[in-house]
Nanobody, 128 residues
Framework: QVQLVESGGGLVQAGGSLRLSCAAS????????MGWFRQAPGKEREFVAS???????????NYADSVKGRFTISRDNAKNTVYLQMNSLKSEDTAIYYC??????????????????WGQGTQVTVSS
């Protein structure tokens, strides 16, 4: 299991930006598949983005259609941290954002069941 701690959430106006961070500990970070999910009130948890080791020093990033071109996932293996840069925020981005960690061999990183460790979540509120 990996311990995950998110930070960086808050209140922002529509069109603004936020950067979420997720610090990990407990396993070799560089090969973990890391994902961000979110859950709005009354809705199911949904995939936002993932970043997956593909061998050597290469990683592959994947995004939900709703955030493509606005959000960027990245990682700093030296700091055992994954980030989610969120730009051009919309009111519909309002949710609790969760960081998740899974094995490097995941074939479906957009599915929550591919992850075995989750953070406590951080609230993002976008006012219109």
């Amino acid at each position: 299991q990996v311990q995950l701690v998110e930070s960086g959430g808050g209140l922002v106006q529509a069109g603004g930006s936020l950067r979420l961070s997720c610090a990990a500990s407990g396993r070799t970070f560089s090969r973990l598949t890391m994902g961000w999910f979110r859950q709005a009130p009354g809705k199911e948890r949904e995939f936002v983005a993932s970043i997956q080791w593909t061998g050597g020093i290469s990683y592959y990033a994947n995004y939900a259609d709703s955030v493509k071109g606005r959000f960027t996932i990245s990682r700093d293996n030296a700091k055992n941290t994954v980030y989610l840069q969120m730009n051009s925020l919309k009111s519909e981005d309002t949710a609790i954002y969760y960081c998740a960690a899974g094995d490097y061999g995941s074939l479906s990183p957009s599915r929550p069941n591919q992850y075995d460790s989750w953070g406590q979540g951080t609230q993002v509120t976008v006012s219109s």
